[in-house]
Protein backbone atom coordinates (compact mmCIF):
# COMPACT_ATOMS: atom_id res chain seq x y z
CA UNK A 1 0.00 0.00 0.00
CA UNK A 2 0.53 3.74 -0.69
CA UNK A 3 0.19 4.41 2.44
CA UNK A 4 -0.17 3.50 5.62
CA UNK A 5 -3.21 2.17 7.32
CA UNK A 6 -5.34 5.46 8.17
CA UNK A 7 -5.38 6.43 12.20
CA UNK A 8 -8.33 8.73 13.86
CA UNK A 9 -7.07 11.43 15.36
CA UNK A 10 -8.05 11.47 19.22
CA UNK A 11 -6.41 14.20 21.85
CA UNK A 12 -3.66 15.63 19.41
CA UNK A 13 -2.08 12.27 18.16
CA UNK A 14 -2.71 9.43 15.87
CA UNK A 15 -4.42 6.52 18.02
CA UNK A 16 -3.64 2.75 17.40
CA UNK A 17 -4.49 0.91 14.05
CA UNK A 18 -6.27 -1.86 15.91
CA UNK A 19 -10.10 -1.94 14.15
CA UNK A 20 -11.26 -3.59 10.96
CA UNK A 21 -11.00 -1.56 8.39
CA UNK A 22 -11.84 -1.23 4.57
CA UNK A 23 -9.61 -0.72 1.90
CA UNK A 24 -9.16 2.81 -0.02
CA UNK A 25 -8.26 3.15 -3.39
CA UNK A 26 -7.25 5.38 -6.13
CA UNK A 27 -9.69 5.89 -8.43
CA UNK A 28 -7.39 6.46 -11.59
CA UNK A 29 -5.45 3.29 -10.88
CA UNK A 30 -8.07 1.06 -9.14
CA UNK A 31 -5.79 0.19 -6.97
CA UNK A 32 -5.79 0.04 -3.11
CA UNK A 33 -3.73 2.54 -1.30
CA UNK A 34 -4.58 2.34 2.12
CA UNK A 35 -7.20 0.60 4.59
CA UNK A 36 -9.22 3.05 6.64
CA UNK A 37 -10.46 1.76 10.16
CA UNK A 38 -14.29 1.76 11.41
CA UNK A 39 -14.95 3.47 14.26
CA UNK A 40 -17.89 2.93 16.76
CA UNK A 41 -18.53 3.69 19.63
CA UNK A 42 -15.70 3.35 22.46
CA UNK A 43 -13.84 5.62 19.69
CA UNK A 44 -16.62 8.17 19.50
CA UNK A 45 -16.30 8.43 23.36
CA UNK A 46 -12.86 8.91 23.57
CA UNK A 47 -12.80 11.64 21.20
CA UNK A 48 -15.82 13.15 22.79
CA UNK A 49 -14.20 12.88 26.52
CA UNK A 50 -11.12 14.76 25.22
CA UNK A 51 -13.06 17.47 23.63
CA UNK A 52 -15.16 18.09 26.95
CA UNK A 53 -11.94 19.04 28.35
CA UNK A 54 -10.74 20.70 25.52
CA UNK A 55 -14.04 22.62 25.63
CA UNK A 56 -13.88 25.44 28.51
CA UNK A 57 -10.56 26.72 28.15
CA UNK A 58 -10.95 27.24 23.70
CA UNK A 59 -14.50 28.84 24.08
CA UNK A 60 -13.10 30.64 27.20
CA UNK A 61 -10.85 32.64 24.91
CA UNK A 62 -11.97 35.84 22.83
CA UNK A 63 -13.06 34.79 19.62
CA UNK A 64 -9.72 37.66 18.30
CA UNK A 65 -7.31 35.13 20.08
CA UNK A 66 -9.18 31.79 18.39
CA UNK A 67 -8.86 33.12 14.64
CA UNK A 68 -5.08 34.00 14.89
CA UNK A 69 -4.95 29.70 14.69
CA UNK A 70 -6.70 30.17 11.18
CA UNK A 71 -4.55 32.83 10.42
CA UNK A 72 -1.34 31.03 10.76
CA UNK A 73 -3.69 27.35 9.40
CA UNK A 74 -4.24 29.29 6.08
CA UNK A 75 -0.67 30.63 5.95
CA UNK A 76 0.12 26.50 6.32
CA UNK A 77 -2.70 25.85 3.58
CA UNK A 78 -0.92 27.80 1.06
CA UNK A 79 2.38 26.89 1.59
CA UNK A 80 1.19 23.02 1.36
CA UNK A 81 -1.07 23.07 -1.57
CA UNK A 82 1.25 21.18 -3.38
CA UNK A 83 1.08 18.34 -1.17
CA UNK A 84 -2.87 19.12 -0.30
CA UNK A 85 -3.94 18.99 -3.72
CA UNK A 86 -1.77 15.32 -4.61
CA UNK A 87 -3.72 13.59 -1.45
CA UNK A 88 -6.99 14.79 -2.99
CA UNK A 89 -5.83 13.73 -6.72
CA UNK A 90 -4.99 10.18 -5.07
CA UNK A 91 -7.81 9.69 -2.98
CA UNK A 92 -10.61 11.22 -4.92
CA UNK A 93 -9.37 11.05 -8.78
CA UNK A 94 -9.42 14.76 -9.69
CA UNK A 95 -7.14 16.38 -11.96
CA UNK A 96 -4.48 18.64 -10.70
CA UNK A 97 -6.37 21.85 -11.66
CA UNK A 98 -9.70 21.11 -9.59
CA UNK A 99 -7.76 19.36 -6.73
CA UNK A 100 -5.55 22.81 -6.26
CA UNK A 101 -8.95 24.73 -6.75
CA UNK A 102 -10.43 22.59 -3.92
CA UNK A 103 -7.79 23.70 -1.55
CA UNK A 104 -8.10 27.51 -3.04
CA UNK A 105 -11.66 27.20 -1.86
CA UNK A 106 -10.51 25.62 1.64
CA UNK A 107 -8.58 28.92 2.18
CA UNK A 108 -11.31 31.28 1.05
CA UNK A 109 -13.27 29.18 3.82
CA UNK A 110 -10.86 30.13 6.16
CA UNK A 111 -10.02 33.79 5.41
CA UNK A 112 -13.98 34.19 6.53
CA UNK A 113 -13.50 32.57 10.00
CA UNK A 114 -10.53 35.33 10.28
CA UNK A 115 -13.24 38.09 9.80
CA UNK A 116 -15.84 36.43 12.26
CA UNK A 117 -14.54 39.17 15.02
CA UNK A 118 -15.68 41.53 12.35
CA UNK A 119 -19.53 40.08 11.88
CA UNK A 120 -20.04 38.09 14.59
CA UNK A 121 -20.26 40.97 17.36
CA UNK A 122 -22.89 41.12 19.83
CA UNK A 123 -25.88 43.63 19.96
CA UNK A 124 -26.74 46.31 22.54
CA UNK A 125 -29.45 48.45 23.37
CA UNK A 126 -31.37 50.92 26.13
CA UNK A 127 -34.58 49.70 25.92
CA UNK A 128 -36.07 51.73 28.59
CA UNK A 129 -34.22 54.89 30.99
CA UNK A 130 -30.90 53.05 32.02
CA UNK A 131 -32.15 49.52 31.26
CA UNK A 132 -29.79 47.56 28.71
CA UNK A 133 -30.23 44.47 26.83
CA UNK A 134 -27.29 42.86 25.00
CA UNK A 135 -27.43 39.80 22.83
CA UNK A 136 -23.97 37.53 23.02
CA UNK A 137 -23.54 34.33 20.96
CA UNK A 138 -22.01 31.54 22.75
CA UNK A 139 -20.34 27.93 21.32
CA UNK A 140 -23.18 25.26 21.11
CA UNK A 141 -20.63 23.15 22.42
CA UNK A 142 -19.03 19.51 21.04
CA UNK A 143 -20.56 19.44 17.42
CA UNK A 144 -19.54 17.09 14.37
CA UNK A 145 -19.34 17.49 10.86
CA UNK A 146 -19.99 14.29 8.55
CA UNK A 147 -18.55 14.55 4.63
CA UNK A 148 -19.08 12.77 1.06
CA UNK A 149 -16.18 12.17 -1.10
CA UNK A 150 -16.33 14.21 -3.95
CA UNK A 151 -14.59 17.26 -1.82
CA UNK A 152 -12.23 15.67 0.70
CA UNK A 153 -10.98 19.17 1.90
CA UNK A 154 -13.12 21.69 0.45
CA UNK A 155 -16.63 20.16 2.02
CA UNK A 156 -14.79 19.74 5.51
CA UNK A 157 -13.76 23.43 5.70
CA UNK A 158 -17.34 24.06 4.75
CA UNK A 159 -17.68 23.81 9.18
CA UNK A 160 -14.27 23.44 10.49
CA UNK A 161 -12.71 27.09 10.39
CA UNK A 162 -16.60 28.55 11.32
CA UNK A 163 -17.20 26.08 13.84
CA UNK A 164 -14.04 26.30 15.70
CA UNK A 165 -13.17 29.75 15.38
CA UNK A 166 -17.00 30.24 17.18
CA UNK A 167 -15.62 28.46 20.12
CA UNK A 168 -16.56 25.11 19.84
CA UNK A 169 -14.91 21.51 19.63
CA UNK A 170 -15.25 19.65 16.42
CA UNK A 171 -15.62 15.94 15.97
CA UNK A 172 -15.24 14.64 11.54
CA UNK A 173 -16.14 11.99 10.21
CA UNK A 174 -14.73 11.83 6.75
CA UNK A 175 -16.41 9.65 4.26
CA UNK A 176 -14.81 6.44 4.14
CA UNK A 177 -13.81 6.46 0.16
CA UNK A 178 -11.61 9.77 0.86
CA UNK A 179 -10.12 9.44 4.57
CA UNK A 180 -6.56 10.80 3.61
CA UNK A 181 -6.85 14.32 3.80
CA UNK A 182 -8.46 14.54 7.03
CA UNK A 183 -5.08 13.31 8.79
CA UNK A 184 -3.04 16.29 7.26
CA UNK A 185 -5.77 18.59 7.92
CA UNK A 186 -5.57 17.94 11.77
CA UNK A 187 -1.62 18.19 11.81
CA UNK A 188 -1.61 21.77 10.20
CA UNK A 189 -4.01 22.70 12.46
CA UNK A 190 -2.18 21.59 15.57
CA UNK A 191 0.97 23.10 13.74
CA UNK A 192 -1.05 26.59 13.67
CA UNK A 193 -1.96 25.98 17.27
CA UNK A 194 -4.81 24.20 17.53
CA UNK A 195 -5.17 23.10 21.56
CA UNK A 196 -5.46 19.32 21.52
CA UNK A 197 -9.13 18.14 21.47
CA UNK A 198 -10.38 20.88 19.79
CA UNK A 199 -10.16 19.03 16.27
CA UNK A 200 -10.26 15.30 15.85
CA UNK A 201 -11.01 13.00 13.31
CA UNK A 202 -13.15 9.92 13.75
CA UNK A 203 -13.41 7.46 10.92
CA UNK A 204 -15.58 5.25 9.63
CA UNK A 205 -19.10 4.49 7.78
CA UNK A 206 -22.58 3.89 8.84
CA UNK A 207 -21.71 2.36 12.40
CA UNK A 208 -20.24 5.71 13.54
CA UNK A 209 -22.56 8.33 11.52
CA UNK A 210 -25.29 6.48 13.55
CA UNK A 211 -23.08 6.81 16.61
CA UNK A 212 -22.51 10.66 16.05
CA UNK A 213 -26.27 11.41 15.80
CA UNK A 214 -27.10 9.47 18.99
CA UNK A 215 -24.38 10.67 21.46
CA UNK A 216 -25.87 12.76 23.78
CA UNK A 217 -23.00 15.03 24.74
CA UNK A 218 -22.66 15.87 20.81
CA UNK A 219 -24.97 19.38 20.55
CA UNK A 220 -25.00 19.81 16.53
CA UNK A 221 -24.18 17.92 13.29
CA UNK A 222 -23.46 19.66 9.57
CA UNK A 223 -24.06 16.48 7.24
CA UNK A 224 -22.89 16.86 3.74
CA UNK A 225 -23.69 13.60 1.56
CA UNK A 226 -26.80 11.87 -1.00
CA UNK A 227 -30.46 12.91 -0.37
CA UNK A 228 -30.88 9.35 1.09
CA UNK A 229 -28.40 9.20 3.67
CA UNK A 230 -29.27 12.70 4.75
CA UNK A 231 -32.59 11.82 5.32
CA UNK A 232 -31.65 9.89 7.84
CA UNK A 233 -28.93 11.62 9.27
CA UNK A 234 -31.56 14.78 9.94
CA UNK A 235 -34.15 12.57 11.27
CA UNK A 236 -32.19 10.71 13.78
CA UNK A 237 -29.89 13.92 15.08
CA UNK A 238 -33.11 15.74 15.65
CA UNK A 239 -34.49 13.08 17.15
CA UNK A 240 -31.92 13.10 19.53
CA UNK A 241 -32.75 16.70 20.16
CA UNK A 242 -29.67 18.13 18.55
CA UNK A 243 -29.36 20.96 16.07
CA UNK A 244 -28.86 19.54 12.48
CA UNK A 245 -28.46 21.24 8.96
CA UNK A 246 -27.81 18.10 6.65
CA UNK A 247 -27.16 18.93 2.90
CA UNK A 248 -28.59 16.57 0.63
CA UNK A 249 -28.22 15.91 -3.60
CA UNK A 250 -28.85 17.87 -6.42
CA UNK A 251 -30.43 17.73 -9.97
CA UNK A 252 -29.05 21.16 -11.47
CA UNK A 253 -31.38 22.42 -13.76
CA UNK A 254 -29.49 25.09 -16.64
CA UNK A 255 -32.13 26.96 -18.96
CA UNK A 256 -30.57 27.90 -22.78
CA UNK A 257 -32.28 30.61 -24.75
CA UNK A 258 -32.46 31.30 -27.91
CA UNK A 259 -30.31 34.34 -27.78
CA UNK A 260 -27.55 33.20 -24.91
CA UNK A 261 -24.23 33.84 -26.14
CA UNK A 262 -23.12 30.77 -27.89
CA UNK A 263 -19.58 30.26 -26.76
CA UNK A 264 -20.05 31.40 -23.71
CA UNK A 265 -22.84 29.04 -23.26
CA UNK A 266 -21.33 25.73 -24.84
CA UNK A 267 -18.22 25.86 -22.77
CA UNK A 268 -19.77 26.91 -19.16
CA UNK A 269 -22.00 23.95 -19.67
CA UNK A 270 -19.58 21.26 -20.65
CA UNK A 271 -17.50 22.81 -17.66
CA UNK A 272 -20.06 22.41 -15.37
CA UNK A 273 -21.11 18.52 -15.89
CA UNK A 274 -17.67 17.52 -16.81
CA UNK A 275 -16.13 19.16 -13.95
CA UNK A 276 -14.96 17.01 -10.94
CA UNK A 277 -16.20 14.17 -13.56
CA UNK A 278 -19.87 15.71 -13.02
CA UNK A 279 -19.36 14.52 -8.92
CA UNK A 280 -20.26 18.31 -7.81
CA UNK A 281 -23.49 19.12 -6.37
CA UNK A 282 -23.17 21.64 -8.46
CA UNK A 283 -22.74 19.93 -11.57
CA UNK A 284 -25.06 21.12 -14.52
CA UNK A 285 -27.29 18.19 -14.67
CA UNK A 286 -30.41 19.11 -17.02
CA UNK A 287 -29.88 21.56 -19.91
CA UNK A 288 -33.36 22.44 -20.70
CA UNK A 289 -33.04 24.09 -24.39
CA UNK A 290 -35.88 26.42 -25.21
CA UNK A 291 -37.08 26.51 -28.65
CA UNK A 292 -33.95 27.49 -31.35
CA UNK A 293 -30.73 26.33 -29.45
CA UNK A 294 -29.36 23.64 -31.70
CA UNK A 295 -26.46 25.87 -32.49
CA UNK A 296 -25.64 25.69 -28.85
CA UNK A 297 -25.78 22.43 -28.67
CA UNK A 298 -23.37 21.64 -31.65
CA UNK A 299 -21.01 23.52 -30.13
CA UNK A 300 -21.13 22.14 -26.61
CA UNK A 301 -20.52 18.37 -28.56
CA UNK A 302 -17.24 19.59 -30.14
CA UNK A 303 -16.03 20.84 -26.91
CA UNK A 304 -16.81 17.65 -25.22
CA UNK A 305 -15.38 15.60 -27.83
CA UNK A 306 -12.57 17.31 -27.74
CA UNK A 307 -11.96 16.85 -24.23
CA UNK A 308 -9.27 13.87 -23.07
CA UNK A 309 -9.97 11.44 -20.02
CA UNK A 310 -7.44 11.16 -17.42
CA UNK A 311 -6.32 14.87 -18.73
CA UNK A 312 -9.08 17.26 -18.67
CA UNK A 313 -11.73 14.96 -16.92
CA UNK A 314 -10.26 12.52 -13.55
CA UNK A 315 -12.54 9.18 -13.01
CA UNK A 316 -15.46 8.96 -11.04
CA UNK A 317 -14.96 7.55 -7.61
CA UNK A 318 -15.54 3.74 -8.33
CA UNK A 319 -16.10 0.37 -9.96
CA UNK A 320 -19.85 0.89 -8.77
CA UNK A 321 -20.32 4.32 -9.59
CA UNK A 322 -18.84 3.55 -13.05
CA UNK A 323 -21.64 0.51 -13.87
CA UNK A 324 -24.31 3.11 -12.08
CA UNK A 325 -23.56 5.78 -14.47
CA UNK A 326 -23.21 3.49 -17.51
CA UNK A 327 -26.53 1.97 -16.73
CA UNK A 328 -28.44 5.31 -16.12
CA UNK A 329 -27.26 6.04 -20.09
CA UNK A 330 -28.65 2.60 -21.40
CA UNK A 331 -31.54 3.10 -20.03
CA UNK A 332 -32.48 6.54 -21.47
CA UNK A 333 -31.07 5.18 -24.94
CA UNK A 334 -32.85 2.14 -24.63
CA UNK A 335 -36.36 4.85 -24.14
CA UNK A 336 -35.66 6.61 -27.14
CA UNK A 337 -33.14 8.91 -25.76
CA UNK A 338 -30.25 10.20 -28.46
CA UNK A 339 -26.72 9.79 -26.95
CA UNK A 340 -24.97 12.83 -28.68
CA UNK A 341 -21.65 12.03 -26.86
CA UNK A 342 -20.76 8.82 -25.48
CA UNK A 343 -18.40 8.39 -22.41
CA UNK A 344 -18.63 4.88 -22.51
CA UNK A 345 -15.93 2.77 -22.48
CA UNK A 346 -13.36 5.05 -22.88
CA UNK A 347 -9.76 4.13 -21.51
CA UNK A 348 -6.58 5.88 -20.59
CA UNK A 349 -3.47 4.55 -21.69
CA UNK A 350 -1.53 3.32 -18.70
CA UNK A 351 -4.44 3.81 -16.45
CA UNK A 352 -6.81 0.66 -17.97
CA UNK A 353 -8.42 -0.15 -14.44
CA UNK A 354 -8.90 3.72 -13.83
CA UNK A 355 -12.77 4.14 -12.99
CA UNK A 356 -12.62 6.83 -16.26
CA UNK A 357 -15.90 8.13 -17.79
CA UNK A 358 -15.93 10.72 -20.39
CA UNK A 359 -18.17 13.87 -21.10
CA UNK A 360 -22.13 12.00 -22.13
CA UNK A 361 -24.44 14.24 -23.77
CA UNK A 362 -28.00 12.89 -24.18
CA UNK A 363 -30.61 14.59 -26.27
CA UNK A 364 -34.27 14.18 -26.23
CA UNK A 365 -34.49 13.04 -22.88
CA UNK A 366 -38.55 12.95 -21.65
CA UNK A 367 -38.38 14.52 -17.54
CA UNK A 368 -40.22 11.97 -16.66
CA UNK A 369 -37.63 9.29 -17.41
CA UNK A 370 -35.67 7.94 -14.55
CA UNK A 371 -31.75 9.75 -16.12
CA UNK A 372 -34.00 13.29 -15.59
CA UNK A 373 -35.01 12.98 -12.58
CA UNK A 374 -32.52 10.61 -10.31
CA UNK A 375 -29.25 12.34 -9.29
CA UNK A 376 -26.81 10.42 -11.62
CA UNK A 377 -23.31 12.00 -10.55
CA UNK A 378 -21.51 11.10 -12.88
CA UNK A 379 -20.22 13.32 -15.83
CA UNK A 380 -23.51 12.99 -18.08
CA UNK A 381 -25.64 16.23 -19.15
CA UNK A 382 -29.17 15.44 -20.51
CA UNK A 383 -31.15 17.77 -22.24
CA UNK A 384 -34.87 18.13 -21.93
CA UNK A 385 -36.50 20.59 -24.95
CA UNK A 386 -38.89 23.04 -23.61
CA UNK A 387 -41.26 25.62 -25.80
CA UNK A 388 -40.67 28.83 -23.75
CA UNK A 389 -39.12 29.78 -20.49
CA UNK A 390 -42.45 29.07 -18.35
CA UNK A 391 -42.10 25.37 -19.49
CA UNK A 392 -38.90 25.51 -19.03
CA UNK A 393 -39.34 26.46 -15.85
CA UNK A 394 -42.21 23.98 -15.14
CA UNK A 395 -39.77 21.16 -16.03
CA UNK A 396 -36.69 23.09 -13.07
CA UNK A 397 -39.54 23.10 -10.51
CA UNK A 398 -41.34 19.85 -10.84
CA UNK A 399 -37.67 18.55 -9.29
CA UNK A 400 -37.60 17.26 -6.09
CA UNK A 401 -34.45 18.41 -5.60
CA UNK A 402 -33.54 22.25 -5.35
CA UNK A 403 -29.93 22.97 -4.83
CA UNK A 404 -28.77 25.09 -8.24
CA UNK A 405 -30.80 26.38 -10.90
CA UNK A 406 -29.18 28.67 -14.02
CA UNK A 407 -30.32 30.42 -17.22
CA UNK A 408 -28.76 31.59 -20.40
CA UNK A 409 -29.63 34.54 -21.72
CA UNK A 410 -28.82 37.90 -23.10
CA UNK A 411 -32.71 39.28 -21.66
CA UNK A 412 -33.10 40.83 -17.96
CA UNK A 413 -36.63 40.33 -17.96
CA UNK A 414 -36.11 36.50 -19.11
CA UNK A 415 -32.98 36.01 -16.01
CA UNK A 416 -35.27 37.91 -13.76
CA UNK A 417 -38.18 35.52 -13.91
CA UNK A 418 -35.58 32.25 -13.67
CA UNK A 419 -34.40 34.25 -10.76
CA UNK A 420 -37.59 34.45 -9.01
CA UNK A 421 -39.06 31.32 -9.83
CA UNK A 422 -36.82 28.82 -9.81
CA UNK A 423 -37.30 26.64 -7.08
CA UNK A 424 -33.20 25.92 -6.19
CA UNK A 425 -31.34 27.62 -2.69
CA UNK A 426 -28.45 29.24 -5.95
CA UNK A 427 -29.40 30.53 -8.82
CA UNK A 428 -27.03 31.98 -11.67
CA UNK A 429 -27.20 33.69 -14.80
CA UNK A 430 -25.16 32.95 -17.38
CA UNK A 431 -23.34 30.86 -14.66
CA UNK A 432 -22.97 27.17 -15.03
CA UNK A 433 -22.09 26.67 -11.45
CA UNK A 434 -23.36 29.60 -9.39
CA UNK A 435 -21.48 28.74 -5.72
CA UNK A 436 -21.97 31.94 -3.79
CA UNK A 437 -18.71 32.73 -2.41
CA UNK A 438 -18.05 34.48 1.27
CA UNK A 439 -19.19 36.19 2.75
CA UNK A 440 -22.60 34.75 1.06
CA UNK A 441 -23.90 31.20 2.48
CA UNK A 442 -23.76 28.25 0.68
CA UNK A 443 -27.46 26.13 1.20
CA UNK A 444 -30.14 24.82 -1.40
CA UNK A 445 -33.74 24.11 -0.92
CA UNK A 446 -36.11 21.38 -1.02
CA UNK A 447 -34.32 17.72 -0.90
CA UNK A 448 -31.15 19.14 -0.97
CA UNK A 449 -31.22 20.74 2.27
CA UNK A 450 -32.49 19.80 5.63
CA UNK A 451 -32.66 22.37 8.42
CA UNK A 452 -32.56 25.58 8.92
CA UNK A 453 -30.28 28.17 7.49
CA UNK A 454 -26.77 27.66 5.12
CA UNK A 455 -24.08 25.67 6.37
CA UNK A 456 -21.29 28.83 5.19
CA UNK A 457 -20.90 32.16 5.19
CA UNK A 458 -22.68 34.27 7.60
CA UNK A 459 -25.67 31.78 7.42
CA UNK A 460 -23.71 29.58 9.07
CA UNK A 461 -22.97 31.71 12.63
CA UNK A 462 -26.17 31.40 13.56
CA UNK A 463 -25.89 27.29 13.48
CA UNK A 464 -22.40 26.96 15.45
CA UNK A 465 -23.87 29.33 18.31
CA UNK A 466 -26.37 30.13 20.54
CA UNK A 467 -27.50 33.57 21.75
CA UNK A 468 -27.96 35.06 25.06
CA UNK A 469 -29.97 37.67 25.84
CA UNK A 470 -29.02 40.01 29.00
CA UNK A 471 -30.84 42.44 30.56
CA UNK A 472 -28.78 45.15 32.75
CA UNK A 473 -29.77 47.95 35.10
CA UNK A 474 -26.61 49.64 36.90
CA UNK A 475 -28.97 53.34 37.16
CA UNK A 476 -30.26 53.64 40.25
CA UNK A 477 -32.36 56.78 38.61
CA UNK A 478 -33.74 54.55 36.35
CA UNK A 479 -36.90 53.76 38.79
CA UNK A 480 -39.01 51.48 38.32
CA UNK A 481 -41.20 49.81 35.75
CA UNK A 482 -42.85 46.65 34.34
CA UNK A 483 -39.54 45.07 33.90
CA UNK A 484 -38.46 45.90 37.54
P1 LIG B 1 -23.24 9.51 0.98
O1 LIG B 1 -24.56 9.99 1.44
O2 LIG B 1 -23.12 8.10 0.48
O3 LIG B 1 -22.17 9.62 2.19
C1 LIG B 1 -22.00 10.80 2.91
C2 LIG B 1 -21.54 10.45 4.32
O4 LIG B 1 -22.54 9.68 4.97
C3 LIG B 1 -20.26 9.63 4.35
O5 LIG B 1 -19.43 10.12 5.36
C4 LIG B 1 -20.74 8.21 4.62
O6 LIG B 1 -19.83 7.47 5.38
C5 LIG B 1 -22.03 8.42 5.38
N1 LIG B 1 -23.06 7.40 5.09
C6 LIG B 1 -23.29 6.78 3.90
N2 LIG B 1 -24.35 5.97 4.00
C7 LIG B 1 -24.79 6.07 5.27
C8 LIG B 1 -25.88 5.46 5.98
N3 LIG B 1 -26.71 4.58 5.42
N4 LIG B 1 -26.06 5.80 7.28
C9 LIG B 1 -25.24 6.68 7.88
N5 LIG B 1 -24.19 7.27 7.24
C10 LIG B 1 -23.98 6.98 5.96
O7 LIG B 1 -22.70 10.56 -0.08
P2 LIG B 1 -21.42 10.44 -1.01
O8 LIG B 1 -21.69 9.41 -2.07
O9 LIG B 1 -20.20 10.33 -0.20
O10 LIG B 1 -21.40 11.90 -1.67
C11 LIG B 1 -22.08 12.24 -2.83
C12 LIG B 1 -23.39 12.90 -2.52
O11 LIG B 1 -23.17 14.07 -1.74
C13 LIG B 1 -24.14 13.37 -3.75
O12 LIG B 1 -25.50 13.07 -3.59
C14 LIG B 1 -23.92 14.87 -3.75
O13 LIG B 1 -24.90 15.63 -4.42
C15 LIG B 1 -23.91 15.16 -2.30
N6 LIG B 1 -23.28 16.43 -2.00
C16 LIG B 1 -24.09 17.47 -1.68
C17 LIG B 1 -23.55 18.72 -1.44
C18 LIG B 1 -24.44 19.87 -1.10
O14 LIG B 1 -23.94 20.93 -0.82
N7 LIG B 1 -25.75 19.74 -1.13
C19 LIG B 1 -22.17 18.90 -1.51
C20 LIG B 1 -21.36 17.81 -1.82
C21 LIG B 1 -21.93 16.56 -2.07
Known sequence: MKYPAIRNYIGGAFAAADLPGLDVFDPSAGVVISRVPMSGVRELDAAVAVAKRAFPAWSGLPIKERVQVFFRYRALLERHIDELAALVTEENGKIDSEARAEVLKAIELCEFACSLP????GEVL????????????YPVGIVAGITPFNFPSMVPHWSI???????NCFILKPSEMVPLSAGRIAELLAEAGLPAGVFQVVHGGREIVETICDHPEIRAVSFVGSTKTAKVVYRRATNNLKRCLALGGAKNHLIVMPDADKELAATNIIASMSGCAGQRCMAASVMVAVSATDHVIARMVEIAKAMVPGKDI???????????ISGYIAEAEAQGAKVLVDGRNVKVAGRENGYFLGPTIIDHVKPEMKIAQEEVFGPVLVI?????VDAALEVENASPFGNAASVYTESGGVARKVMERASAGMVGV?????VPREPFSFGG??????????????????FWTQSKKMTTKWNREAGTNWMS
Open 126 to 137: EVSRGVECRVER
Open 445 to 462: WNESRFGVGDITGRGSIE
Open 118 to 121: QIAT
Open 384 to 388: VRAPD
Open 161 to 167: PNAIALG
Open 314 to 324: GPVISAEAKAR
Open 430 to 434: NVGVP
